[in-house]
């Protein structure tokens, strides 16, 4: 298991922070962060060419911060978009009272490990998804199926989590297809997919 925040040395300083070259400062509305401003360039490139509204479900949500800042973009929009954040730890406790003392459209699911939940627990069937994964490639392996088609898959780490073999088998299965596999690529860490 990748833990969310642990494994990232925060800059406490001003002079630490400002030495860190702009793509590796990892800090959303000041609070530490696992993903940098490439990633979040990627994640907001996505979600503005979609233009219906969507059902984002993110597996593996760490502290959170990252998940309220998608939320919060997306609650920018015309039309009524849903998140809902899941992590087995309960690292996003604070993120999650947070978001709703501001009244932004997420709800965080801590303490909740989606390996134990049936598949079609994933929201209730209707509208277009997001799936968003950030666990590992058992993520994809699991939940992908259960989607419908046209439905989104975004995951995270996709250099790193060893995601590539397990979606291989997927595409050959007929399951996803790859969403504009060059582009992601280029950009940064996400890896984007369609439900065939
Ligand atoms: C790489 S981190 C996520 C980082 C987060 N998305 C962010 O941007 O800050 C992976 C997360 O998956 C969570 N995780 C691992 N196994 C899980 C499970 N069975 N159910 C839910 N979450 C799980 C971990 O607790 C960890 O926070």
Redesign the pocket.
Known sequence: ?????KDYDFPKTFRDAMALPECDFKSIFGQQ???GWRDIRQIEAFFRCLTEPVHVI??????????LYIAMSLGFRDHENRYDA????E?AWRVSEFSKRIGARITFHCS????KQPVDALGDGSGKKVLYC??GPEDIVKFAPALRSWDYIIV??WKQKNYKAAVQKLIEGGVVAYFEQETWERTGEHMGFVRL
Do not use: N, Q
């Open positions: 298991m990748t833990s969310g925040t962060a696992v993903k993110e597996l593996g949500c760490g502290a959170g911060w990252h998940s899941y992590d087995v730890s690292e909740h490990d989606v390996f950030d666990i995270h780490d």
